[in-house]
């Protein structure tokens, strides 16, 4: 596979349940990406890791949990979520961070019920 | 804050005509911004940057335009029916704009 793939691409969980979202890039690039997109709202940066470090965290609740095992793997850990963070969820990677272009996943559909 | 705005949620054009979508933002400190073209069910994927030295950049249809103090403009010209999609501007430190829908009428 090339570039940026995400699993799974439509996702339906109860709000006791706990779940992970998966994302892999296939790029060779150093930093990846968490971004939340809401229906009519702006993209909202969750995440960033720049060599398996996490660099920055945009004051998301801690009911998600990020961790990247490998330059390659990014995985989103899901638990106790609310309805309100039912949205589509977005993986990116970059070369470096910052200005360099990104190349995003086709993002994972999340309902919370 | 949001610091980047697409204050246009969407816009019809006429195909063969000119799209211009609309980007401000806050900060004067930013040097580079990226426009990304989103289709329903996929990711966005980079369509094209400019520098803020720059005043214009152009890729074939696309022209980013930097002539007025933190505004930017992506002019599509001619438009497609492909071109139907969504549009964000986007800033460094990723700041994203709620990004605008275009719909190209055949």
């Known amino acids: 596979e090339t570039g940026v793939t995400q699993t799974p691409r439509h996702l339906v969980m109860g709000m006791t349940n706990k779940k992970s979202l998966k994302c892999e890039q296939h790029?060779?690039?150093?930093?990846m990406y968490w971004y939340k997109q809401s229906a009519k709202k702006p993209l909202e940066l969750m995440f960033v890791?720049?060599?398996?470090?996490?660099?920055e965290n945009n004051s998301v609740p801690s009911r998600f949990s990020p961790e990247c095992p490998n330059s390659s793997h990014l995985f989103l850990h899901l638990h106790t979520l609310q309805p309100e963070d039912s949205a589509l969820y977005l993986c990116?990677?970059?070369?470096?961070?910052?200005?360099?272009?990104?190349?995003f996943g086709p993002g994972t559909r999340l309902t919370v019920t | 804050d949001q610091q980047v705005k697409q204050n246009s949620p969407s816009l019809s054009v006429q195909e063969g005509r000119i799209s211009i979508l609309n980007c401000d933002y806050t900060?004067?400190?930013?040097?580079?911004f990226l426009w990304y073209k989103k289709y329903p069910a996929e990711g966005p994927t980079f369509l094209i940057s400019?520098?803020?030295?720059k005043d214009k950049n152009e890729d074939g249809r696309f022209t980013v335009l930097n002539k007025s103090a933190k505004h930017l403009s992506l002019h599509i010209v001619p438009s497609q029916p492909g071109d139907s999609a969504v549009y964000f501007c986007?800033?460094?430190?990723?700041?994203f704009g709620a990004g605008t829908t275009v719909t190209v009428r055949a």
């Open positions: 790029l060779g690039h150093n930093a």
């Open positions: 400019i520098s803020s030295i």
């Open positions: 990116a990677s970059s070369q470096v961070t910052g200005l360099d272009e990104q190349y």
């Open positions: 986007a800033a460094p430190e990723l700041s």
């Open positions: 890791y720049s060599l398996e470090e996490r660099v």
């Open positions: 900060n004067s400190m930013f040097d580079y």
